[in-house]
Nanobody
């Protein structure tokens, strides 16, 4: 049973920083993508960042809205993925969801519970 447990959300002033962590368990994660989505009130869930696995190694993708401000990283020894968020602004408050999309004959997307990130002006 795959489980994703996030931590690190909270309240921060505009311009501040937060780090989100996601601890994964239940399978091997070295050869899968791991990433983050977010959902603000009244809006659809949107892509934030992903660290993608291929036989050549890992690459990171970012939404344009967070590029150069957010950094995604992973620690395979800890089965963890992190999201370092800098220069937070009023567009960033949302519930942030850790996700592990597992491809295969039966593709499955795993999701965490989603910590809240709030930015005060």
């Amino acid at each position: 049973q795959v489980q994703l447990v996030e931590s690190g959300g909270g309240l921060v002033q505009a311009g501040g920083s937060l780090r989100l962590s996601c601890a994964a368990s239940g399978r091997t994660f070295t050869n899968v993508d791991m990433g983050w989505y977010r959902q603000a009130p009244g809006k659809e869930r949107e892509f934030v960042a992903m660290t993608r696995w291929s036989w050549r190694g890992y690459n990171s993708d970012y939404a344009d809205s967070v590029k150069d401000r957010f950094t995604i990283s992973r620690d395979n020894a800890r089965n963890a993925v992190y999201l370092d968020m800098n220069s937070l602004n009023p567009e960033d408050p949302a519930i942030y969801y850790c996700t592990v999309p597992v491809a295969g004959p039966v593709a499955v997307d795993y999701w965490g519970q989603g910590p809240q990130v709030t930015v005060s002006s």
